[in-house]
């Protein structure tokens, strides 16, 4: 899989990770090894930043040149681009919604087993059922 992201990385003009998992620090996803494979010019944007990033060597709230490739690490990027963040998260929500959406019965469908619904839900019944949460 590594080799795979990095042929994609050396590809790409633009890569963006996004990549942060609740209560923890980010993983790395885009290595030193990737970024050596991309073209100078190349523009990196970290929006994980502040959790320690995706990116092996971005820097919290700067953009760095390494070797020619730009590692944006701005801290709250969406924040300084609301409208377009709210468009993003607005389709990733439609996205969600018709996973689950069962259009028969134009009902959603909470699959409990599921893994996206198993990050996503925080109490059901009464109670709270998500793990991060419960401290599991």
Not at 4 to 23: E, L, N, P, R
Not at 41 to 51: C, K, P
Not at 86 to 107: C, G, I, M, P
Not at 116 to 123: M, P
Request: charged residues 25%; hydrophobic residues 45%.
């Amino acid at each position: 899989q590594r080799d795979a992201m990095k042929k994609t990385c050396g590809d790409s003009d633009v890569v963006i990770s996004a990549a942060q998992v609740f209560g923890r620090k980010a993983p790395i996803l885009v290595t030193a090894e990737m970024l050596n494979a991309m073209k100078p010019g190349s523009v990196v944007v970290d929006l994980a930043v502040e959790t320690g990033g995706n990116v092996e060597g971005v820097a919290y709230d700067q953009v760095i040149d390494r070797n020619g490739v730009k590692i944006v690490g701005i801290a709250n990027l969406p924040g300084r681009v609301p409208l377009h963040a709210s468009q993003v998260y607005a389709a990733n929500l439609e996205a969600l919604v018709e996973e689950f959406w069962d259009k028969t019965n134009k009902t959603f469908v909470l699959k409990l087993d599921d893994e996206i619904i198993k990050g996503c839900l925080v109490t059901h019944g009464g109670k709270i059922v998500n793990e991060k949460l419960l401290g599991k």
